[in-house]
Nanobody, 116 residues
Framework: QGQFVESGGGLVQPGGSLRVSCTAS????????LSWHRRAPGKDRELIAA????????KYADSVKGRFVISRDNSENKIYLQMNSLKPEDTAVYYC?????????WGQGTQVTVSS
C-alpha cells in the first residue's frame, strides 16, 4: 500500500505561482500512473491532474487546464504540480495518489491559499 507526503503549499496572491511536491513510497513508483486531487472548503475531493507511468500523457480538469502542469521524477519517487495564474477558487488542500485507482490511504495534503 502506497504512502504519500505532500509539501510546498502556502499563501499566494491571485495571479501568482506555486509548486507543490509529493514524495511517494511503499510501491514500485514507475509502474503507476499518478494524480493530484484537491478538496476545497465545503466541497468533495476532486481529481485535477493525472500523468501516466512514464509521463507520456497527461489529463487535466477543465478548471485548471492551461494553468497547472503535472510532472514526475521516477528517479526520486516525486510528483510535482506547477500552479500558475492562481485564483481564489484554487484555495484547497492538495493531495497526490495513484491513478486511475487511488490507493486506500491518503497523505495529509498541503494547504494552498490564494488571497490578497
Amino acid at each position: 500500500q502506497g504512502q504519500f507526503v505532500e509539501s510546498g503549499g502556502g499563501l499566494v496572491q491571485p495571479g501568482g505561482s506555486l509548486r507543490v511536491s509529493c514524495t511517494a513510497s511503499g510501491f514500485t513508483f514507475s509502474d503507476f500512473g499518478l494524480s493530484w486531487h484537491r478538496r476545497a472548503p465545503g466541497k468533495d475531493r476532486e481529481l485535477i491532474a493525472a500523468i501516466t507511468a512514464f509521463g507520456a500523457a497527461w489529463k487535466y480538469a477543465d478548471s485548471v487546464k492551461g494553468r497547472f502542469v503535472i510532472s514526475r521524477d521516477n528517479s526520486e519517487n516525486k510528483i510535482y504540480l506547477q500552479m500558475n495564474s492562481l485564483k481564489p477558487e484554487d484555495t484547497a488542500v492538495y493531495y497526490c495518489n495513484a491513478y486511475p485507482i487511488p490507493f486506500h490511504s491518503w497523505g495529509q495534503g498541503t494547504q494552498v491559499t490564494v488571497s490578497s
